[in-house]
């Protein structure tokens, strides 16, 4: 392949780039037909028609009352009634930990804020998942643990108050998506890595103020037919939306900003049926992140995200636009991803797939089409084993059945890095009908069993697999 014009299709095989048949990417059935399946098959809550106020059991929207009580109080009743609708009004509620009950919708009307304590003591421990690892923990700040039917809705805001101050302290503050760890107890994350290697019981694995490990915002653990839809989040101590072990999950129209560190905005993890769509992503980590456990646990509970639709979606600041991993030991897959839009100086990745020798998850049948690209920093498709520990474990990374198509990105510096293992080879990754512009750095292809492209232009001129590497 090396020399002469670039054929109009063609393959390149693992490092050293032979040549397989050029047909073989027209032979697959259209996958996008279980997309649409996926996402019409997911169940959306109904709760009763009756309103809970919240004012109505003692909670001041003056932004400096503590109504932690009394939007438990409301959710207590709107519980014993059999379920309904927990309705904030316009104004600012200072509280607590929110924990929500089945058949239950908190909706903040517009010009609502519920303003989030940064007291740590105000968020009790619960049972909860902190990157993959399951642990006794501070509470989310709204929560819910085995419940099913539940929602938050409305066009308020769920603000997290965190700052350089507040819950961010805890690991650095600022933008810094590489800046070391500041002011976290240096051990808790180890420790904490460390009792899932060790097999320590859940009972055994409390933190909470001895260990600093900030809660997401919004966590649905256990959870049966979620919608999160149309509020605004902003400041979140860590993680926004995180859904864990849960199905029927739907996450509509919201508008995510929070720019302290690892502040993804929306990470399902080991979920089954998983819509997002229609929100605007401006955070300080991974826009979307999908997860299955860390490491043992991940392996333990083996239950992979699966059956995952995202389409419609704007990302703008953020470290990658949808990434796969790291937390990713029981693996993902069904996985399509449209209609997004992505474009921002501080994007590092459009996409990018984290694993490594001791996560060990399988990766398998994702699917990204009609997809924009302004600016993004660093490079548009980054298959990273090298993540974090690298080769340094026992277990066998697994990526395969990659299909881009109809990607245009206007500034992406890098096409590809796509760097398998010499024990876990990259499986299949293939690019269609795909443009790319203001490529300055060629690509980085290693240890990939079976790289395809179809109809790509870089910089105006099309290319092949081999070529990809040159440019």
């Known amino acids: 392949m090396s020399g002469g014009r670039p054929t109009r299709r063609a393959v ?3 490092a050293v780039g032979s040549l397989a048949l050029p047909g073989l990417a027209r032979t697959r059935v259209d996958p996008w037909r279980k ?3 996926i996402a019409e098959t997911i169940r959306r809550p109904s709760v009763p028609a009756r309103d809970f106020d919240i004012r109505h059991y003692g909670a001041s929207g003056d932004g400096v009352t503590l109504a932690t009580q009394a939007i438990a109080r409301a959710i ?9 609708r927990v309705v904030v009004p316009p104004g600012r509620y200072l509280t607590g930990a929110i924990r929500l009950r089945s058949n239950m919708e908190l909706h903040l009307a517009e010009g609502a804020t519920v303003l989030f304590s940064t007291e740590p003591t105000h968020y009790p421990l619960v049972h909860t998942r902190w990157e993959g690892t399951e642990l006794i923990n501070y509470s989310p700040l709204v929560y819910a643990y085995r419940e099913r039917n539940i929602a938050i809705t409305g066009k308020g805001t769920l603000d997290g108050q965190a700052d350089a101050d507040h819950w961010w302290n805890w690991r650095g503050a600022g933008r810094d998506l590489r800046g070391k760890d500041a002011s976290m107890r240096p051990d808790s994350r180890r420790r904490l890595v460390q009792m899932n290697a060790d097999h320590v019981p859940l009972e055994k694995r409390v933190f909470g103020d001895n260990g600093k490990l900030r809660p997401p915002l919004i966590q649905a653990y256990g959870c049966d037919t979620v919608l999160i839809e149309g509020v605004r989040l902003r400041r979140s101590p860590f993680w926004q939306v995180h859904p864990v072990l849960s199905s029927n999950v739907t996450v509509r129209g ?7 560190p690892n502040t993804d905005g929306c990470d399902p993890e080991s979920c089954d049926g998983v819509l997002i769509e229609r929100n605007v992503f401006d955070t ?8 299955s456990g860390r490491n043992d646990d991940g392996r333990r509970f083996a239950k992979p995200s699966q059956n995952i639709v995202i389409r419609d979606c704007r990302m703008k600041q953020g470290h990658a636009g949808v990434a796969i ?8 897959r069904n996985v399509f991803v449209e209609r997004c839009v992505m474009d921002s100086p501080a994007l590092h990745f459009a996409f990018r797939f984290k694993n490594n020798a001791v996560r060990g998850g399988v990766l398998e049948q994702l699917h990204y089409r009609d997809i924009e690209v302004g600016q993004v920093a660093e490079t548009a498709i980054f298959c990273d084993f090298n993540y974090e520990e690298g080769a340094n474990g026992p277990y066998t990374p697994v990526l395969r059945d990659v299909f881009f198509d109809r990607l245009r990105v206007r500034n992406g510096v890098q096409v590809l890095d796509a760097q398998g293992l010499p024990h876990a080879h990259i499986g299949s990754l293939t690019i269609r009908d795909s443009r790319f512009d203001g490529v300055t750095k060629p690509s980085v292809v290693r240890l990939v069993d079976r790289l395809a492209l179809e109809d790509v232009i870089v910089n105006g001129l099309p290319v092949t697999a081999e070529g990809l590497m040159r440019t």
Do not use: F, T
């Open 12 to 14: 390149v095989a693992g």
């Open 35 to 37: 997309a649409d399946a």
């Open 76 to 84: 207590a009743a709107c519980a014993a009634a059999g379920g309904g």
């Open 254 to 260: 919201l508008d995510i900003m929070s720019h302290g």
């Open 284 to 291: 300080g980590d991974d826009c979307i992140a999908i997860k």
């Open 325 to 332: 991993g790291s937390e990713i030991s029981g693996g993902v």
